[in-house]
């Protein structure tokens, strides 16, 4: 069994290569929801839904999120109400929103909505949240002009203000108090390898290693943990990852992301373009290796969960 952290975009771009490198069922993806939020009633896990569309085949690979062919017929009249209409939800998409809700309205638990949905999609993965309960990212920024401290949801910060104000602060809010999703920390245990995608260090994998026990789980097992680096050239293929891994005390490098890791991976996959960092990784007792680490497409992104792979025999 293989393991897998996940956050959304990223993460969904990697497990699609992951999924036609070893047989679905051999894989659990453990996903974030620090990005949950409730709008219109309505319970949204973006990143559950992004690694469950993509490892479906129906993401909109262009458009980088949501459902290929999506429509926005319900935002559009939305709009005509006093209501925030800044958050993308397309029609397809509402779909799934209806149904998670409506299942844990009735008292189903996250992870148990969460299989619902992927077996509907036929996803041969299996799909856990991080947590059963409420966890959420906060990002305290300083907003322009004023420069007065400004607490938000990770949503507020990412999509309606796209990630254009100074962070100060990223918290994860009820991680205190939230238990690992049942599975959680047996996947863990019984793996014969965990990957950490290369998915956002603060926004997508820190609230899952904030979750009690989780952390400490990995950490026993460094030997069979690999993470692969978001970065290329100390940037983000995409996202915030730049604005916000200062604000959680972390150098925007591939030396930045083996730092946040170094207490329980054995190897960090860095692309070849940062191989100048090797020594720097290397001091912080975390082996490099280096790889072509942008996905274009399902070609690259299966060579490189082929490469994690072999990291991985014993
Ligand atoms: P989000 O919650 O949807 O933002 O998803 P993730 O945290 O999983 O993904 C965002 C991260 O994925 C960003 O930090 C990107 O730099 C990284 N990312 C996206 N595409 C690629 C890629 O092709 N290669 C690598 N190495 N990282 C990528």
């Given at each position: 069994m293989i393991v897998a952290l996940a956050g959304g975009v990223g993460a969904a771009k990697f497990l699609q290569g992951l999924v036609r490198a070893i047989d679905p069922a051999e894989i659990t993806v453990i996903v974030n929801t620090g990005d949950d939020i409730t709008l219109y009633g309505l319970h949204i896990s973006p990143d559950l839904d992004s690694v469950t569309y993509t490892l479906a085949d129906a993401n909109d690979s262009d458009r980088g999120w949501g459902l290929a062919h999506e429509t926005f017929r319900c935002l559009e009249h939305l709009a005509r109400y006093p209501v925030p209409s800044w958050f993308q939800l397309g029609d397809g998409d509402l779909a799934t929103h209806l149904f998670r809700t409506s299942r844990l309205a009735e008292g189903a638990r996250l992870s148990e909505v969460t299989a619902e949905i992927a077996e509907a999609w036929g996803v041969g993965a299996r799909i856990l949240p991080m947590t059963d309960d409420k966890v959420t990212t906060r990002v305290v920024i300083e907003e322009a002009g004023t420069g007065r401290g400004m607490d938000l949801h990770f949503q507020e910060y990412?999509?309606?203000?796209?990630?254009?104000d100074p962070v100060r602060e990223i918290n994860y809010e009820g991680v205190e108090v939230a238990d690992p999703a049942p599975g959680v920390i047996d996947a863990i245990e019984s793996a014969d390898g965990i990957i950490l995608c290369p998915s956002n260090p603060v926004a997508s994998i820190g609230p899952i290693l904030a979750i009690d026990g989780i952390r400490e789980a990995l950490q026993q097992f460094s030997n069979k943990v690999v993470a692969i680096s978001p970065l290329i050239r100390d940037a983000p293929?995409?996202?915030?990852a730049d604005r916000m891994m200062p604000a959680a005390g972390?150098?925007?490098?591939a030396a930045g992301i083996a730092d946040a890791y170094r207490d329980f991976i054995h190897t960090l996959v860095i692309d070849f373009a940062d191989e100048s960092k090797v020594p720097e990784i290397e001091a912080l007792e975390v082996e490099a290796a280096p790889a072509q680490t942008l996905m274009r497409g399902v070609p690259q992104a299966k060579a490189l969960a082929k490469t994690v792979l072999r990291l991985l025999e014993p």
């Open positions: 990412f999509v309606e203000r796209q990630a254009q293929v995409k996202g915030p972390l150098e925007v490098s």
